[in-house]
C-alpha cells in the first residue's frame, strides 16, 4: 500500500471547544514521509507526535517552543480512520475547531477534497509482542496482529457500562465512529469552566448527561464509548504512522492513549 494525501486544501472554521475562542485551519496536501504537522501560520511548526504532548486533561494538548494547540484528537482520529498519512495543517488559533463535537465534519471535508496515492510505500507498526497498561481498574492491553481491531469498554455514573468491538476500515470508521459526539457530565460543568476548559462547550458540539438523561437524542445507543474509541483513534496516531493490532481497552481514557503511545514507541525504539 501507498502513502495517501488529499488532493487539495480545505478550510474549516468555528469555536474551540476548551478556548471558547474562534479558530480556523486549512488542511493541505503534503509531501511523502512528512506525516501530519500543524502549522502556525509560519511562524512555528508542532508535529504530531507523542513526545510534543504537554497535557492529556479533558483532551490532547501538543506544545513546542511556546506554541499550544488544544484539542488535536479529534482531526487526528479523522485522518488515522480515513488513513491519510501527510497532510500540512495550517492553524489560526490556539485550538481546533471542535465542529459537532466529533469528526463527522473531518471526514466529510477530507472526502470532499479526495484522497490520492503517493510514490512511497506506507510503513505500517506490527509489534513484536503484547504490551499492556495497567491503572487500577483502567486498562488497554495490545496484541500483535495483521490488522487494527479494538475492543472499548467504559462504565460511568447514569451511563452504566457501554461496549464495542470495532474492526477498522476507512468505511467503518466513517460509518461507525467518525459522527460519535463528545460527552460531558452536568455536576462538572462549573468544575471545568472554574479550570478555564470547556469555554466553547454546548449543546450544538457535547453531549451533557444529567440526572434527567442525555441533552439531546444519540446517533447510537453507545454513542459514549464509540467516542470514546474516536478519541483513542486519534491519540493512537500520535505513533506518527498507523498500527495492526488488537487493542483492549478497559475504561480509557487521553491519559491512558498517551500512556500506551508511549510505551509502544518505547519498545520499537528499544528493538
Not at 471547544?17 to 501560520?41: A, D, M, Q, W, Y
Request: charged share 25%; with cysteine.
Amino acid at each position: 500500500m501507498f502513502q495517501t494525501t488529499i488532493n487539495r486544501s480545505i478550510e474549516i472554521k468555528g469555536i474551540g471547544l476548551h478556548t471558547g475562542k474562534e479558530s480556523r485551519i486549512i488542511i493541505s496536501p503534503s509531501i511523502p514521509n512528512r506525516g501530519v504537522i500543524f502549522n502556525f501560520k509560519g511562524k512555528e511548526i508542532i508535529e504530531a507526535k507523542v513526545d510534543l504532548v504537554t497535557s492529556t486533561n479533558r483532551g490532547t494538548i501538543l506544545g513546542y517552543n511556546g506554541y499550544s494547540l488544544y484539542t488535536v484528537e479529534h482531526i487526528l482520529s479523522a485522518l488515522n480512520g480515513m488513513e491519510i498519512d501527510n497532510v500540512e495543517i495550517i492553524v489560526d488559533g490556539e485550538e481546533i475547531p471542535s465542529c459537532d463535537g466529533s469528526a463527522k465534519v473531518f471526514v466529510e471535508k477530507i472526502k470532499e477534497a479526495g484522497i490520492s496515492n503517493t510514490s512511497m510505500e506506507r510503513e505500517i507498526i506490527n509489534l513484536p509482542e503484547p504490551i499492556w497498561i495497567i491503572n487500577g481498574e483502567k486498562s488497554i492491553t495490545v496484541f500483535p496482529d495483521k490488522k487494527l481491531s479494538i475492543y472499548y469498554m467504559i462504565e460511568f455514573p447514569r451511563i452504566g457500562k457501554q461496549w464495542i468491538f470495532y474492526e477498522h476500515s476507512p468505511l467503518n470508521y466513517e460509518m461507525d465512529i467518525a459522527p460519535a459526539r463528545t460527552f460531558g457530565f452536568e455536576e462538572e460543568i462549573e468544575m471545568l469552566l472554574s479550570a478555564g476548559l470547556a469555554k466553547g462547550g454546548s449543546y450544538l458540539n457535547s453531549i451533557i448527561v444529567g440526572e434527567n438523561g442525555y441533552s439531546t437524542s444519540l446517533r447510537y445507543p453507545d454513542e459514549l464509548v464509540r467516542h470514546k474509541l474516536l478519541d483513542l483513534m486519534g491519540d493512537l496516531y500520535l505513533l506518527g504512522r498507523r498500527i495492526n493490532a488488537t487493542i483492549v481497552v478497559v475504561k480509557g481514557g487521553h491519559n491512558l492513549h498517551v500512556e500506551l503511545v508511549k510505551k509502544i514507541k518505547e519498545v520499537l525504539d528499544v528493538r
